[in-house]
T-cell receptor, first 112, second 117 residues
Framework: GNSVTQMEGPVTLSEEAFLTINCTYTATGYPSLFWYVQYPGEGLQLLLKATKADDKGSNKGFEATYRKETTSFHLEKGSVQVSDSAVYFCALGLWNTDKLIFGTGTRLQVFP | GAVVSQHPSRVICKSGTSVKIECRSLDFQATTMFWYRQFPKQSLMLMATSNEGSKATYEQGVEKDKFLINHASLTLSTLTVTSAHPEDSSFYIC?????????????FGPGTRLTVL
């Protein structure tokens, strides 16, 4: 079936450290891939997306590349800030449906 | 652009009462809206999908008589939790899809925290 697997958190980093949050997926067809971020007490905000293989999504210093050969969409940032502390959700959208399938989320905690 | 609002942001009610949550797309027409439920420190669980002018499609295990969804216009969907009980306490999030943009991309509201006493 279709699914998204994310690394378990929490991920705890010091400010300016390098961030990687792994995300792999299983899907039929040609899914779109998304990273959403949820700050405490808020809804989800789209962070970045990629709609086809080898696309790189980027926003606010975050990047993720759609790797079809490894079925991955890992989120990276070169230098995290305390304000990046949030829960990050990887999601896939199937080509033949409106629905999004979410991973379980990874909590990131950045300390000064 | 692509802003989705929810109202109220927080609601506390007594057991047995009904609560209505509104979801609005402010600057686009939402052909499809989604309702999710999120438990503490967990992922989002899709409850139902609604298209304007038609009945909502509920996910397996979601009681349609308990969670009434109405999508009366292209900018408004409502979720009514009927005869709420403490186990219905949760964070409810709506999202909307703009048919003019990416097929899958959803824009999320800020969420409504429901507490049933």
């Amino acid at each position: 079936g279709n699914s998204v697997t994310q690394m378990e958190g929490p991920v705890t980093l010091s400010e300016e450290a390098f961030l990687t949050i792994n995300c792999t997926y299983t899907a039929t067809g040609y899914p779109s891939l998304f990273w959403y971020v949820q700050y405490p007490g808020e809804g989800l905000q789209l962070l970045l997306k990629a709609t086809k293989a080898d696309d790189k999504g980027s926003n606010k210093g975050f990047e993720a590349t759609y790797r079809k050969e490894t079925t991955s969409f890992h989120l990276e940032k070169g230098s995290v800030q305390v304000s990046d502390s949030a829960v990050y959700f990887c999601a896939l959208g199937l080509w033949n449906t409106d629905k999004l399938i979410f991973g379980t989320g990874t909590r990131l905690q950045v300390f000064p | 652009g692509a802003v989705v609002s929810q109202h109220p942001s927080r609601v506390i009610c007594k057991s047995g009462t009904s609560v209505k949550i509104e979801c609005r797309s402010l600057d686009f027409q939402a052909t499809t809206m989604f309702w999710y439920r999120q438990f503490p420190k967990q992922s989002l669980m899709l409850m139902a999908t609604s298209n304007e002018g038609s009945k909502a499609t509920y996910e397996q295990g979601v009681e349609k008589d308990k969670f009434l969804i109405n999508h009366a216009s292209l900018t408004l969907s409502t979720l009514t939790v009927t005869s709420a009980h403490p186990e219905d306490s949760s964070f409810y999030i709506c999202s909307a899809r703009d048919g003019a943009i990416s097929y899958n991309e959803q824009f999320f509201g800020p969420g409504t925290r429901l507490t049933v006493l």
